[in-house]
């Protein structure tokens, strides 16, 4: 089990079960950086970039309705510098706009494990995960399904194995 990201300010613990993955517990507050942009509609395709080190996470998306949303980025390294992580959330929870499409694009790294989040109010505004067939998964993105995405979205975690070797 790994624990990776950050969450506003502090430390927010991913926990996730990979069993190729075999790192320390968590990234320390020096290797990451957590960074608040705005999410604007009116179907404009917009992106938004951080770069930490040598590897950057860029979110590219477009979105209908409401006025523009106060969302954060957070991006870093696991202490042994094997994992960058990049999360993009609204820390007011519920996003209001619907969106059109999303892509999350890690560079400098494979992704080893990503996942897109709704809230519903059934839940209790808690995360809900997409449906497995709204995304999909390749080496270096996280992208939105055309016609499958259901257009909510309120958080997106990517985390990729650096190409660290090992002497």
């Not at 992580?85 to 929870?93: A, F, L, Y």
């Amino acid at each position: 089990m790994a624990k990776l990201c950050v969450y506003m300010n502090c430390v927010f613990v991913l926990v996730f079960g990979l069993s190729s993955l075999s790192v320390p517990a968590e990234a320390s507050p020096e290797q990451t950086k957590t960074v608040e942009f705005n999410v604007k509609p009116g179907g404009v395709v917009y992106t938004f970039s951080e770069a930490f080190r040598d590897y950057e996470c860029s979110f590219t998306y477009a979105s209908q309705g409401g006025t523009n949303e106060q969302w954060l980025m957070s991006v870093g390294l696991s202490d042994d510098d094997t994992l960058f992580s990049c999360s993009v959330w609204r820390p007011q929870g519920k996003s209001y706009l619907f969106f059109t499409q999303f892509k999350a694009e890690l560079k400098g790294t494979k992704i080893e494990y990503a996942s897109a989040y709704s809230q519903s109010a059934a839940a209790g505004h808690s995360d809900v995960p997409l449906r497995p067939e709204e995304f999909t998964i390749k080496d270096s993105t996280v992208t939105h399904n055309e016609g499958k995405f259901s257009a909510q979205l309120s958080k997106l975690v990517a985390i990729g194995r650096t190409r660290h070797d090992e002497l």
